[in-house]
């Protein structure tokens, strides 16, 4: 077999096709030997064009109170969306079910709140089928200068679905070592806009 660089450079066409390896196939299990193969400029450019689509947006506009204790309690993000049928769901016990496998991220949005002058701690964590936590933990600590004033904490997070359906639910604890925390939505100056949830969830997936 000739050098590759002794070969024409031409402008690929969508019709064209190009060599490459077998490394996964279309389930994302490994392929034995990596057996060479041809593929498509078409389906390759299907590929490169993925981009990630809103699947799920969920808020809780009410206080959550986690109990300054070490022992947490599961976030929850307003009314029940989506069925078996949706990629993702969601029920009113903030229970996150995964009904179709492939990448998504995962944004977790909150407001702090506590009393002037106290130091808080709050932790997350994410648990997936009641039993395995996954990913590492998130750990917020601040100085509280203002009882109305709000501490925003952003938690994203990526995850790869290889086993559907699975599902996750999002804990927070304010342990002990802190003083009293709540999550706490905030209305907005001559109601110019909805209420800023204390809790919001939005899950986008590659497609």
Do not use: H
């Amino acid at each position: 077999m000739a050098q590759i660089s002794s070969y024409p450079l031409l402008k690929p066409q969508l019709g064209d096709k190009v060599l490459g390896s077998n490394v996964f196939d279309s389930s994302g299990n490994a392929v034995l030997n990596n057996p060479t193969c041809q593929f498509n400029f078409t389906d390759v450019k299907s590929l490169i064009d993925q981009q990630y689509t809103e699947k799920l947006s969920a808020s809780n506009t009410g206080t959550i109170t986690p109990g300054n204790n070490n022992t947490g309690v599961i976030l929850t993000f307003g009314a029940a969306q989506g069925t078996s049928s949706d990629d993702v769901m969601i029920d009113v016990n903030g229970k996150v079910t995964f009904n179709t496998m492939g990448s998504y991220v995962v944004q977790q949005i909150y407001y702090a709140q506590a009393t002037s002058g106290n130091s808080i701690i709050l932790n997350f964590k994410t648990v997936q089928d009641g039993t395995t936590q996954v990913g590492p933990t998130s750990m917020v600590k601040f100085l509280s200068n203002s009882t109305t004033s709000r501490e925003r904490i952003n938690i994203t997070s990526y995850i790869d679905v290889s086993a559907s359906p699975i599902y996750y639910n999002f804990w927070v604890q304010n342990p002990t070592s802190g003083a009293v925390a709540t999550l706490q939505p905030e209305s907005t100056a001559a109601s110019w806009g909805t209420d800023v949830p204390s809790a919001q969830l939005i899950i986008t997936k590659l497609i």
